[in-house]
């Protein structure tokens, strides 16, 4: 009985968060949330320490420091190669991975279980689908170009497009603007803890996968409103 209570009970909070008959714009994060990109930027960086001397770092450090932007991914990577973050060195292998990255984000990249399938369900109900993310706008794209995945998207918001970027909430309302919804229609889907002090901050709702790069944190530790192991579960 206690079991069944607690069905009933995830039940009901997830209807009430997802309400997908009622969105009509939904935002998602890219990497770790759609695609499974950290092998390739894993790859990128450690071309890039190699080409300026540096110590290599592992994918598995790599899972942590991601998911903020690539300005803060090189200060990670210094600060623990070096321990500290000196400008001059910062810019450098700043504009040394981008020069990598961007030449080729994706090749082992390749979105998550069940994504394809929540985007076909999204476009076959007229909703409109926006990625927003941290990555800057031209690896972003290519990765949904590459992947076939940008026909489903409305727009693509990287992280370069506004001065500010998550956990600020200047992408976010800028689609509630620009798409005339209200705050109401609109649902976020991410995976980290940006997303959802972004959505909170927006005024929006969001759901985030248990899957993602969350900077070395249990999601779940982030106060989310719902979490879901595969975006078909909000389709069942």
């Not at 009509?24 to 300026?52: C, E, P, Q």
């Not at 090749?107 to 076909?120: Q, R, S």
Request: net charge negative.
């Amino acid at each position: 009985m206690p079991f069944l209570w607690l069905q009933i009970k995830k039940m009901r909070v997830r209807m009430s968060i997802a309400q997908l008959e009622q969105r009509k714009l939904i935002l998602f994060d890219l990497d770790g949330t759609l695609v499974d990109s950290a092998h390739d930027l894993y790859r990128a960086m450690n071309m890039s320490l190699n080409v300026l001397q540096l110590p290599l770092v592992t994918e598995e450090q790599v899972r942590v420091w991601i998911g903020k932007g690539t300005s803060k991914f090189c200060e990670s990577v210094l600060q623990h190669l070096v321990g500290e973050v000196l400008p001059a060195q910062h810019q450098e292998l700043l504009t040394t991975f981008l020069e990598i990255y961007n030449a080729d984000p994706c090749v082992d990249t390749k979105p998550f279980d069940g994504i394809i399938e929540f985007l076909e369900w999204g476009k076959a109900n007229d909703k409109k689908l926006i990625c927003v993310t941290n990555k800057p706008e031209e690896p972003a794209r290519s990765i949904l170009d590459i992947l076939e995945m940008a026909k489903y998207f409305d727009d693509t918001i990287g992280g370069d497009r506004f001065a500010e970027r998550k956990p600020d909430p200047r992408q976010l309302l800028h689609c509630v603007e620009h798409y005339g919804v209200t705050k109401e229609q609109v649902l976020m889907i991410g995976d980290s803890v940006n997303d959802i002090e972004a959505a909170r901050r927006a005024g929006i709702d969001c759901i985030v996968v248990s899957y993602g790069y969350n900077h070395g944190e249990n999601i779940a530790d982030c106060d989310p409103q719902e979490i879901v192991d595969d975006l078909r579960e909000l389709l069942a």
